[in-house]
């Protein structure tokens, strides 16, 4: 099991571009839980979208697995036979914490070392992309949905989640206001939450619901829907089914 090491990165460092190098690695599940509103039931909604959309005999892939948690998530969801998990990270770091986190998988699980627009999709009735879209370069995105459809079941689904931005600028900025407090609030000081602010800069690049849902339709997917939104944190469900 990963040891849940408390974040005090932005203590220490100082705004440099974000990367889930070794440092990230050590503290990120705490990091994560301190960062995300609602990240816990984001994993937790995973688990019964994934027992209720996996076919017998297919694949699920957790795209930027990170340290597993989506993977488990997954693996606990499932309800039938013949099933695999793909966990795909192009951080070795987070993959070598990752191969510790899931070992109590009740279903195989794969760790593939990659970029995840390398992966070659077959299969597979659920992917996960759990915040990890947003570290894609915008103009990238479509062609990876595109190659996840194509590599989809029919009736499979795709689980989205994304740190989202508003066209609005009052609502932009109430919604900004709402995340930093609740970081504060988690135990974060005004220093950590500046810098790591700076340091995602240009790293994290989010987009607007509405854009998300757009290019999703554009990819192939017949319907999308959002199923959970806590201030700028979203999670969305597109579907593979006959038009």
């Not at 760790?111 to 659920?126: K, M, Y």
Request: some cysteine.
């Amino acid at each position: 099991m990963v040891e849940n090491v408390k974040d005090i990165l932005f203590t220490q460092k100082d705004a440099a571009p974000f990367a889930f190098d070794a440092d990230v690695s050590r503290v990120f599940e705490d990091m994560i839980q301190r960062s995300v509103p609602g990240y816990g039931l984001t994993l937790q909604m995973i688990s019964v979208i994934a027992g209720l959309y996996t076919q017998e005999n297919s694949k699920l892939y957790d795209l930027g697995c990170s340290l597993g948690a989506s993977t488990l998530a997954l693996a606990h969801g499932v309800k039938v036979g013949g099933s695999q998990i793909i966990g795909v990270d192009n951080s070795q770091a987070m993959l070598d914490k990752c191969a510790g986190h899931i070992t109590s998988s009740p279903v195989p699980v794969k760790l593939q070392h990659d970029d995840i627009q390398n992966v070659r999709f077959e299969d597979a009735s659920v992917v996960v992309l759990n915040f990890t879209l947003q570290f894609i370069a915008k103009e990238e995105r479509l062609a990876l949905l595109q190659r996840i459809y194509a590599g989809m079941r029919q009736g499979g689904v795709l689980i989205l989640s994304e740190k989202v931005s508003f066209a609005d600028e009052f609502v932009q900025d109430k919604h900004i206001a709402l995340h930093e407090s609740f970081k504060k609030a988690q135990g974060y000081s005004e220093l950590e939450v500046s810098r790591k602010r700076q340091s995602l800069e240009n790293v994290l690049i989010p987009e607007s619901i509405s854009a998300h849902h757009a290019r999703l339709q554009a990819a192939g997917f017949s319907k999308s829907q959002t199923w959970f939104q806590c201030f700028n944190f979203v999670s969305m469900l597109a579907y593979k089914t006959e038009k």
